[in-house]
């Protein structure tokens, strides 16, 4: 059976295609960069549905979505094909957590001037805003949400061992910043995934802004 046929995969995908428009309408996906992934449904669970690497985001569509299998290698039928670069950054994360449904990670410019600015924190503390209810775990702006920021790295493999090691202590991690990079963020569903990311792209924004009117 073609997964592509199987109407839960279908309306994942189709969400998905919205939400990488949306995204890419917003600045937050520059020249080709970003990706994107869900856990297929079941029996399909152990294999996912990512972006294939080097697309143009402003004219993504279905055919640019791949399947790859839990250690992140492309299924038969799409041999030769490459998936995103970041593929290892994905199944690192459905890896320590089997409810998570979608990992979306954008190149927004607050993300990456964001990562910047907090790189020697290496876990950057936000309270105080009330989108933070919009986080995981999160009931009151009273509360502070804890964002680790990772170098960035071209050597997926270190890098992939690197956040397993922190996911292993800090299994609520929902969201991940890369030094220059950006941000990944993942949900129970693609909704609560898109959120996060929405969320925490304010929250950094709101920081970034108190800063410049501080100094
Ligand atoms: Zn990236």
Redesign the pocket.
Known sequence: MNIFDNLEHHANAQELLAIIALFHQRGWSPAT???YSFRNPQPFHHTYTISKSGIDKSRFTIKDLMLIDEFGKPLPSYQGIRP???TLLHTVVYDNSPETRAIL?T?SPVSTIFSMIYKDEKVVKITGFEVLKALKNITTHEQTFELPIFANSQDMPALSEEIDQYYAKNPDMSAFL?VG??IYAWGNSMTEAKRYVEALDFLMDCMLKLRLYKN
């Open positions: 960069s970003t990706n995103s670069a970041e990670h190149h890369l990079h950006g």
